[in-house]
């Protein structure tokens, strides 16, 4: 399937983004250094993270057939619900 268009976060702490990097990890998911892509399960994200500006960037880029993009947001947007507050 296509990919979804990116989503952006602002005022992500390093604190935070360390935080979200940890649940990731927990949950299979690999994010090793402020950018890059992983993928579990046929589901393919990249992330872009600038501490500078505290901004993180989230896209899906792939996913298997029987799995939607908005999905795929959908659980982004909950996990940065959760980790933020």
């Known amino acids: 399937m296509g990919q979804s ?5 602002s ?5 935070q983004f360390s ?6 990890q927990a949950a ?5 250094g402020n950018s890059g892509t992983a993928s579990k399960f046929g589901v393919e994200v990249a992330w872009n993270y600038f501490p500078a500006t505290q901004q993180l960037t989230l ?5 298997p057939f029987f799995v939607k993009p ?13 980790t933020l507050g």
């Open 70 to 82: 908005e999905d795929v947001n959908a659980k982004i947007q909950a996990l940065m619900k959760e």
């Open 19 to 24: 935080t979200l990097a940890s649940k990731a």
């Open 28 to 32: 299979g998911i690999a994010l090793s």
């Open 5 to 9: 268009p990116p989503q952006i976060f």
């Open 59 to 63: 896209q899906c880029l792939r996913t």
């Open 11 to 15: 005022g992500i702490t390093p604190e």
